[in-house]
Each structure stands twice: as C-alpha cells, then as structure tokens.
C-alpha cells in the first residue's frame, strides 16, 4: 500500500503507468495579439465653438514599411458623429464592422428618429476596448470620437486598447499626443473655456499646421491625409487632402540622427 | 367542462380563427383593478386604484418606476407584471451602461411585445395574464404605450385598462382634445377624475387606494431637461386627491375613530 496521502483515490502508477500530464495541459499557455501588425499613426481633433475638425493620414504602415497608402482611418457614423482610428488597421476594419451592424441595428428596432450621438458612441466604444482588454485580448487602437453630444454642443473624446477614456477640446493620439498636441492646446489657453472663442476657420489651419509637422517629424506619416469638419448641418468628410506649403529649410539643421550623426 | 376544444393551449386556432388562451389572459386584465394613462406635450400621467385583498393586508402594487425616464402601470396578474418589469428594468439599465443612453421608450415596448408574443406561439407556454401602460418621456418627448397580453403594443393619447375601466375610457374620450395642452397639473386633474368615473357607487378615492406617478420634461435655462419619475402613494397622493378631487367631507374624522 502507498502511504503517500497524494497517491490514494488515483490510478496506481504501477499498475497502469504513470500518468501523461500532456493530456491535461497544452505545451503553452493561450496567447492572444501582443503587438499590433499593420498600423496607422496620429489622429488630431480640435473642438471648435459650433463643432469639431478631427484628421489622420491615409498611411497604413507594416513595421517601418510604408505599405498602404490609401486606407482611410477617418469613419463616420449616421448621422452625425466620426471616429479617426490609430494602432492596428485590421482591429479598425473589425470595429467598423461593429459600428455598421450597430447603424444597422439602431434604424431596424426604430421606426422613428431616434439615434445614437458622439457621446452615445463614444460610450459603447469605450466599453468595448475595456471588455477586450479584460479579455487580454485588446484591439490595439487609440480613437478619437468626434460629434455632438445630446446637447448639441462639440464632443470630442479617446479611448485606447486599455479602455482609457479622455475628454479634452483639443486631443491627439500616438505620436500626435507628443508632437501635436502641445501646438494645439495653444489654441485654447483656458481649455474647454476657449472653445467658443475658436471659430472653424482656425481650428481648420491649426489642425493642417499640425498634420504638416507630424509629417516633418513622424517617419510613420504621409503628405495625404482625410479631414472631417462636423457641425450642426453634418458632416463634412474630405478623403484625399494633400499637405501644402511644405518648407524643410528646417531639416538641414537637424543634427544628432539619420545622416548626419553629429 | 371545458368551453369548447380549442382553448387547452395557445397554438391551436380555433375554427373562427381565434386563439382562446390570449383571450381569457384578456380577461384576466379586466379583472385587475383600474388604471389610467394619459399624455400632454410636456407630460404623461399614470394613475391608478389598489385593491387589498382583505382588511389586514397591505394594498396592491400598481405603479412601478422602472426608470427615471420610465415606469409602468398594471392591471392583472401582478406576478406577471412583476417578472415584465423586471426584464425592463434590466434593458433600460442595460442601455444605460452600454451607451449612456435612456432607452427609447418604442423600443422597450417593442421588446416586452416581442416577448409576450412568444408565449402566444409556443406549446406550453401560457401568455402573460397582465395588460400594462407604459409611460416615460424620451428624445421626442413624453409616450404613453398599451401592452396586452396578445403582444400587441399601441400608442395612446390617452388610455384605461382593467376592471370598469369603459366609464375612465368615456370620460378620457370626452376631455381628449384637451390633453395635448395640458399643465402638469391640469393632467394629474384629469387622470384622477378619469379614475374616479370608474369607481363603484359606494368608493371614493382615498390616501389608501390611489396611486399617482408622473414623468415630464421640465424646462430650465431654455433647455428641456427631465423631470423624473415620481411615484405619489400614500399620504403623498393626500394633497393631490384634496386639490383635484371632492371627496365626501369630513377627511379627518376617518383616519382615527374613538369609542365616545
């Protein structure tokens, strides 16, 4: 008799072998996304005092590898409300697909006009990425919401693969956060007080101004870009926007990387 | 003993093309006690009567708040109510979390009629034996909504189910134009008197057998904000029954009788 309490109640090893743990264990354990794949930089949005400008590149990269040059990262949803998509190009197809179902859902359960705002969808986005990443399975995207609230007063909010959520009248993701948003917030020096102070006209040119820097200073930008401006009367999605009046008089002063190491 | 062949279940026509069961549970709403509904622009009003069941119990339930921007008014079997309320209370919760929006109230009428009709269509499935008014106020403003049991939901301008609830109808046809312009106050006036028209001879309203809830849209700073359910039971009803409905004098002198 084994007098190993451990041993009592199982199979005796002796008699029918010891047991093959591999039946009950994989080699590894589960492992879901670590690291986005194809992916899209900065997305900008500016509040101004009737509505919001928001603006990504149309580059979708593949490590360094400037693969896609047409993808756009700008979508919107009906009727009035757009979201800019950075991180993984393939998580943003997936959460576009979720945002038309949802369209589709909305107007099939209603006969009337109801519908679902910036702040409505930014909302249920932002449950989604933190119910991924409770999974450990996140969807490798920073967003921008950009509409209307129930108010009708500019919405402008982020979520991340964290579940993270930002409101702020000026916001910037990615690379943008650190290169843009500081040139941004020059539009609004009393923050959310500013933002009936901004008229669209500026919030336009300081969001081009920042595009044409994050394309000086980002190597994962492009010179074409998609611009939404959403106001009371709609949406107005620009897809194919180039960046002009480029100046690199600055670059040849740049010292300390790519060519001239010192 | 059965009143013909074809009420034992709920997928069975009968050969007029009737189905026996979603009528008797029709007939179990006309036994519930009475309530009224009704709507302006700006407001929408439930009220309704309790019966209790005997002397030492409590009164029945009859309204519930299943939101702020939402409640219900029932008639029939109370335990039915209960479990449809319950599963409106999760869906409205639910549409609150997921898009921090107060859901449309067609739409959660169109959720508890998907489901009732279900039990009309399933073997040994008995359909809900209770009819319900459903009122809140959303984005296009305040909606009163029928329920029956058959599944069929309807918007009213006005409306009364449950047991002589034809005199609260008639009084509601009567005053109907009216409604749509009505005060906050002016429309509690009418709910009451409209429940008051079903009354038996011998009853009156009282603190003890009313129930009033009321949801609007209140305006501040120009903007339409909600006012919230407000359920009126008990002593809370005293001051609208006293405001808006005589009742045959002497209200103190019942409260508390004294051997002399």
Redesign the interface.
Known sequence: MNHYPQAWGRPRDDVYGAYDHSYLQSAQPKTHTQSPAVTGTSVLGVKFKDGVVIAADNLASYGSLARFTDVKRIRTFPPNTVVGFGGDVSDMQYLDRLLQSLDIRENYLSSTDHVLNAKNLHTYLSKIMYRRRSDFNPLWNMLLVAGLDDEDKPFLASADLLGTTFSSPTLATGFGAHLAQPLLRRLMPNDEASVKDVTQEQAINAVKECMKVLFYRDARSMDKYSIAVITKDGVDLKEDEKLENQSWAFADQIRGYGTQVN | MFRNNYDNDSVTFSPQGRIFQVEYAQEAVKQGSVVVGLVSKTHVVLTALKRNAEELSSYQKKVVGVDDHLGVALAGLASDARVLSNFMKQQSLASK?????PI?I??IV?MIGDRAQTSTQHYGKRPYGVGLLVAGV???GPHLFEFSPSGMTQEMLACAIGARSQMARTYLERHLDKFADCSRDELIKHGLLALKESLAQDKELTVDNTSLAVIGLAEKDG?KKLEKFKLFDGQDVGPLLEANVETSGGGEGDAMETDS
Request: net charge neutral; glycine share 8%.
């Open positions: 979390l997921s898009y921090g929006r449309p067609e739409r169109n959303d984005d296009l903007r």
